[in-house]
């Protein structure tokens, strides 16, 4: 298949040279091509990103299955196989270097040095170029070294001790580590963007799937730092507003946030509980009795479905919703409108449906006409290569036309 330029987006005419695998640098590209840069994604030959052949589910013909976890990370992309290890494969990355606006990377520290591309190589090369640089711990200090999985993080990054019932860790159920690694390295990139419109030269960033993680402790954070409190697991209650969580009905359950006095009260009225209540007065108060407060109002949810109660929340001005199922959330209208699903044509799966970008801009063409589907595996080997030769025969023709003027 021959890429065609997407013309759209804050980012159209930029190039990002992708070298990275599984999910954190392939979502922060991913990022910069939803944004209208051009990615071109090396891969290893024959076998291609981690994600290839990370399932099921696989999808598609039998000779021709795709992950639809490399589906999920990798479209806006040109897919183009390499060996790194190799003179051929090293020759490339220069030349694309060379021309490239960012380059992303996520392998354990060191390894691009040894590849023969340390930052100094890259800088020599292209000194405008912007090295977003993901590890798993982090690119010095003591453990600095160690691979870094998704998991593994979230457990020693103490989100697991966060999340679940008190006593039983529980992870995430998205690789968000991964995920948030992506979304802090491609902001940084953004930014180092524009600093080199004024500056002319690039910059490294660099983050972790474990600073991605301290970076979203958010109140739990200071909870410590500040306060010298170890917070702990509270289930699916917020361990610092009440009543805010998830509540049983009597069919099913629902989810309210009474983030304020006046919501409290609402919700009060609704359930027919005494707002003035010495256990339940202030939030503070509420907080240390939470598990009281719960058990009043599931006895009140539990005489009625919950369709019913999520009309008489909805009616009083109380924040509630349902808890969907994800085929749910991408049969939902809103979901739909906000053009959180898009469709792509894939060169051997036909049209697919993906997660749409979170962010949307005023006239904005259809999605359709964005967003590209993620590539096969070496799908833009030649075209890529004869649109490096094609640019790199150019270049040396002008160069030779303006040597030639000189000289008369």
């Not at 993901?134 to 453990?143: A, L, N, R």
């Not at 990139?189 to 030269?201: D, K, N, P, Q």
């Amino acid at each position: 298949m021959t890429h065609h330029p997407r013309p759209r987006g804050p980012l159209a005419g930029r190039l990002v040279l992708d070298l990275s695998r599984a999910l954190a640098g392939p979502h922060a590209a991913m990022m910069l091509g939803d944004l209208g840069a051009r990615v071109i994604k090396i891969e290893a030959p024959g076998r291609g990103d981690d994600t290839r052949g990370w399932g099921p589910p696989f999808v598609g013909p039998e000779d021709a299955r795709e992950s639809t976890y490399f589906l999920s990370c990798n479209r806006n992309k040109e897919s183009v196989t390499a060996d790194l290890k190799s003179e051929a494969g090293r020759d490339l990355i220069t030349r694309l270097v060379r021309r490239a606006d960012v380059l992303v990377e996520n392998f354990r520290p060191g390894v691009l040095d040894r590849l023969g591309f340390p930052v100094e190589r890259l800088h020599e090369l292209n000194p405008a170029l912007v090295v977003l640089s993901i590890s798993g711990f982090g690119h010095d200090g003591p453990e600095g070294g160690r691979a870094g999985y998704d998991q593994i993080a979230q457990g020693e990054a103490g989100l697991m001790s966060l999340t679940g019932e008190p006593g039983a860790p529980a992870k995430v159920g998205t690789p968000i580590a991964d995920l948030l690694a992506g979304i802090f390295g491609a902001t940084a990139v953004l930014a180092a963007l524009l600093e080199r419109e004024s500056t002319g030269r690039g910059r490294v960033v660099r983050t972790s799937l474990l600073s991605s993680l301290i970076g979203i402790h958010s109140f739990q954070g200071t909870r410590w730092t500040v306060a010298g409190e170890v917070p702990r697991a509270t289930g699916n209650q917020h361990p610092s507003i009440a009543p805010y969580g998830l509540f049983r009905c009597a069919d099913g359950d629902i989810q309210l946030a009474a983030g304020s006095e006046s919501l409290w009260r609402a919700v009060a009225q609704v359930t027919g509980l005494d707002p003035d209540d010495a256990r339940f007065a202030s939030n503070a108060n509420r907080v240390t009795h939470r598990q009281e407060l719960a058990a009043l109002l599931e006895g009140v949810f539990a005489t009625d479905s919950a369709a019913r109660w999520l009309e008489r929340l909805d009616a009083a001005g109380i924040p509630a919703g349902r808890v969907r199922g994800i085929d749910e959330v991408y049969q939902w209208e809103q979901t739909r409108q906000q053009g959180l699903v898009i469709d792509v044509e894939h060169s051997t799966l036909g049209t697919i449906s993906l997660p749409g970008t979170p962010w949307s801009f005023d006239e904005e063409a259809d999605e359709a006409a964005v967003h590209q589907a993620p590539p096969t595996l070496g799908e833009h080997d030649a075209s890529v290569r004869a649109w490096l030769a094609a640019t790199e025969a150019a270049d040396r023709d002008t160069a030779l036309a303006s040597t030639l003027g000189s000289s008369k």
